[in-house]
């Protein structure tokens, strides 16, 4: 186990790793520490747990300790509250994913041809949850496969939901394309909204590198305002927009409104491999449909164009379904030492997953999409 990923040699972590992750990828994670977004009062604290052979590096988990459910967005509060109500002890307990990043991808990095290291993690996890006196370990966002994994091993798995936007096959030829997929009625709506947001605005979609001083100040401010407006805990520090654009900048998809030559909302994206994820988006002015322009329809525009198969929007947001994205399962597995409290969990997230699958089922229903039958 180390205590922070700068112990880690970059080449032999991103060994690890995939191809369409770009938030494991050490830079990203080393951005998050040497900024202070990550490690000292942050309430994240570094435990990577490390599985070597033959001095090399065949397997990795990026796992937290935590004193709060902060940041997660799998949401844990009642079980917290639940726990304490009981007199059990709930904290400190061990997180497996990227902080403050809700976004699918392994949590149990395992080279290919060393798949016996998996099992050697899980053990090792465990250790760290005794030396660390956890009450409990929590894998977020982790893919389907390894909730089974984490299943045989002892683990809750549990189910949530995001919307995903996804390519089809043979992939998509521009938004119109896209946009044919749609019933009329749906067509025309988005079609009024990409028109009424850019009403006296310039828009673009700029790449990391593409963007100059003004641009990269605009998106930390962007965060800032929005975090402001929303009451929201502000978890990034101002240095890590600079280290992003320092060490990240290629992997960056920005889009920009402008009014004149003033800068007044956009988001920060990242990219990479096959895969687009929209992050954090903020403005200084009000605009009729720029939230739905700048979040989604440049970014499916963008992935469509790349070729990418999946466009991925952050947490909630039912509004997204008419904007093209579909219902998607997420998943997570936990862990917990109390067998009373593990039963309990269990309980709760059979029940709900119940009503997770419902509600993706309705959601289905609500679709833009045209069925057989529909113009």
Known sequence: MVDSIGEVPAPAWDALVSPDDPFLEHRFLHALE??????????????????ESGGDLVGAVPLYRKDNSYGEFIFDFGWANGAHRAGLRYYPKLVAAVPFTPVTGRRLLVRPDHDQATETLLAEVQAVATREDASSVHMLFCTEAETQRLGAAGYKTRLSMQFHWTNREPPFRDFDDFLATFRSRSRKQVRKERTGAGANLRLTTLTGPELGAREWKALEHFYLANSAKHGSQRYLTPAFFGLVRETLAERVVASLAFRGDELVAGTLNFERGQHLYGRYWGTLEEHPFLHFELCYYRLIERAIAQGHTRFEAGAQGEHKLKRGLAPALTHSAHWFAHPGLAVAVERFIDEEAAAVRAEVAAYAQLSPFRRDGDE
């Open 34 to 51: 040497r900024s202070g977004s990550v490690g000292g009062d942050s309430g994240w604290e570094p435990r990577f747990v490390l599985v």
